[in-house]
């Protein structure tokens, strides 16, 4: 029953933190505490400045951009008064403009049907086309209902989530309808839980692959003969995926840090930055939850409920975990995204970004599959992002120096773009997911099930998908079913 005298503890001053905020703000509720453990909000939206030519941007390190469908972080931009560029961008702005790499450097055309006209190359694009607009058919039709947050039901063959689809024509945020919750039943979603190089041969559209890898693979979501197609499905639906290959996206001028930063800014009770959760203990109907400053001292705090909005497998061990809670969350895998932002030697730096299709393969792991030009006008001179995945399920993970080095490598001797210097490496807990075979065992239902049990609620990326709009909406689905 909704009490919006309630205190409420957010664990976490991410999209998914910060959002859940927004939303019990919404509902009246105010009394309300956001610990984070960093000296800064957004998570892995996280935009450092770099100082080029003496003028400081924005780069990103974590997340980058945004679509059409991005109704919950629209609605974080709303409340934080702070808006994205794009899809048409301007001058000065940072856009998504890419090219293709083979991985001995020469730029390749995959897509361009002007470029090699062999009957090879026409016959696999014309191939690639049908049966993209197969999948198309397939998912308004067989799969009806994948196209919402979330995945209750799916194992069952049901949906009941918000929908993704909001109606305006030009696919902007509708407002009134989103949230859109939709329900039904239809066995065929089950097929979800199969690795997504599995549904596509089940269904005969093993060529679409070639479309859904850069904007999943290389942006560090995992090899397809591993992910559960829900995921790859509900984060890339048909509208998102027609858009990415398009390049009808969005970039923020400040960086993406800059919308959690603006909405963090207006909230009644802004983040408690440098506040690490260390304990929570749950008895009689309370939660305790034990914080540490950056002075290392410890103090506890009593709440009414509880939203953990970080990954839920390292609060089994710091939280007096239920065995229902240990059992399901010791289930929960991550992939292992390293990615660093590098400067070149003078004039000696690409000058649009870059995808190596050869190197998101597994038996390239630990290459660069991506690198990320931001500023078009500071061409050679701009600092990129260069991004590798150094896990895949079956194999020994590439050590993380190793894969620093190998990706330095593919840029300096594959590409020739000689780095001068390498700034801010990193490699983020990214995309927490269950396997095909916890998926399909009905994870996501039984999690359900625990939504409320001893005053806590789950959120954040393994509720939907690990990227801003779907732990925002995420955020927007919890709060308003709950509180
Ligand atoms: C390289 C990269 C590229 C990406 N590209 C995109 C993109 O282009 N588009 C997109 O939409 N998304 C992208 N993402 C994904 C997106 O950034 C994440 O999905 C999103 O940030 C998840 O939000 P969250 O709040 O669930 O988790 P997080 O962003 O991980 O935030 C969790 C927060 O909790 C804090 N925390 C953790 N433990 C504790 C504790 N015990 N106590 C207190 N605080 C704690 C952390 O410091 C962090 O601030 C990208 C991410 C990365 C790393």
Redesign the pocket.
């Known amino acids: 029953m909704a009490n919006t005298s309630d205190r409420v503890c957010i664990?976490?001053?991410?999209?998914?933190?910060?959002?859940c905020a927004v939303y019990l703000e919404k509902k009246g509720y105010e009394n309300y505490v956001i610990?984070?453990?960093?000296n800064?909000?957004?998570?892995?939206?996280?935009s450092p400045k770099i100082e080029v030519n003496g003028e400081k941007r924005a780069y990103?390190?974590?997340?980058?951009?945004?679509a059409i469908t991005?109704h919950a972080?629209s609605e974080m931009e709303a409340f934080g008064g702070y808006y994205h560029k794009g899809p048409n961008f301007k001058k000065g702005e940072p856009n998504m403009r890419r090219e293709y790499r083979s991985v001995t450097g020469e730029k390749i055309e995959p897509f361009n049907p002007k470029v090699d006209k062999s009957f090879k190359k026409t016959i696999g694009l014309l191939k690639l086309k049908m049966q993209f607009k197969k999948l198309k058919k397939l998912m308004q039709t067989k799969y009806a209902g994948y196209d919402c947050y979330g995945h209750l039901g799916v194992a069952a063959g049901k949906y009941d989530g918000i929908s993704k689809i909001v109606k305006n024509a030009d696919g902007s945020n509708a407002g009134e309808a989103f949230p859109n919750y939709i329900r039904g039943t239809n066995p065929n979603l089950k097929d979800l839980a199969l690795p997504f190089r599995e549904f596509c041969e089940l269904n005969h559209v093993p060529e679409v692959q070639r479309i859904w890898i850069a904007p999943f693979t290389s942006?560090?979501y995992g090899y397809f003969d591993e992910i559960p197609a829900a995921y790859v499905l509900k984060y890339l639906d048909m509208t998102t995926a027609a858009e990415f290959v398009g390049m009808r996206l969005w970039t923020w001028q400040d960086g993406?840090q800059e919308i959690y930063e603006s909405v963090n800014r207006k909230l009644k009770h802004p983040a408690l930055l440098n506040?690490?959760?260390?304990k929570v203990q749950r008895p009689d109907g309370k939660v305790l939850v034990t914080?540490r400053d950056a002075s290392g001292s410890e103090t506890t705090e009593t709440f009414d409920k509880l939203i953990i909005?970080?990954?839920l497998d390292?609060?089994k061990d710091?939280a007096d975990a239920s065995q229902d809670e240990k059992a399901l969350f010791s289930k929960i895998v991550h992939e292992k995204?390293v990615?660093f932002i590098a400067r070149f030697e003078e004039n000696k730096g690409p000058v649009i970004s870059g995808y190596i299709f050869e190197n998101m393969e597994p038996a390239r792991l630990g290459h660069a599959m991506v690198y990320y030009h931001r500023w078009e006008d500071f061409g050679k001179n701009c600092p990129c992002?260069v991004?590798a995945l150094r896990n895949h399920t079956g194999d020994k993970d590439v050590p993380y120096d190793k894969t620093l080095q190998l990706m330095k490598d593919d840029i300096e001797k594959a590409l020739k773009f000689p780095i001068s210097e390498v700034l801010y490496a990193?490699e983020?807990?990214?995309?927490p997911h269950v396997s095909s075979e916890d998926y399909k065992n009905g994870w996501y239902d039984k999690l359900e099930k625990l939504q409320g049990v001893n005053n806590t609620y789950y959120?954040?990326?393994i509720l939907s998908?690990?990227?801003?709009?779907?732990?925002?909406a995420?955020s927007k689905d919890i709060v308003g079913r709950f509180f």
């Open positions: 664990i976490g001053g991410g999209p998914a933190g910060l959002a610990y984070e453990k960093l800064k909000v957004g998570g892995k939206a996280y990103e390190t974590g997340a980058i951009m945004g991005y972080v942006f560090g993406t506040t690490e959760v260390v914080v909005t970080t990954p390292y609060f710091y995204y990615d992002t991004y990193q983020s807990y990214y995309c959120a954040g990326e998908f690990g990227d801003m709009e779907d732990t925002c995420a």
